[in-house]
C-alpha cells in the first residue's frame, strides 16, 4: 500500500515536472516571434 502511494507520487511529480518543463521551452518560441513582430 505505500509503495503504491509513493509510486503514485512520484509519477505525479515527473508528470509536473515533464509539464513544466515542456511550458519552459514552448514559452519561448512562442513569445520570440510575437516580439519580432512589427
Same mark, same amino acid.
Given at each position: 500500500?505505500?509503495?503504491?502511494?509513493?509510486?503514485?507520487?512520484?509519477?505525479? $511529480? $515527473?508528470? #509536473? =515536472? #515533464?509539464?513544466?518543463?515542456?511550458?519552459?521551452?514552448? $514559452?519561448?518560441?512562442?513569445?520570440?516571434?510575437? =516580439?519580432?513582430?512589427?
Amino acid at each position: 500500500m505505500m509503495v503504491y502511494l509513493l509510486r503514485a507520487l512520484l509519477g505525479a $511529480a $515527473a508528470f #509536473w =515536472l #515533464w509539464l513544466a518543463a515542456g511550458a519552459a521551452l514552448a $514559452a519561448p518560441a512562442g513569445v520570440a516571434p510575437a =516580439l519580432l513582430q512589427p
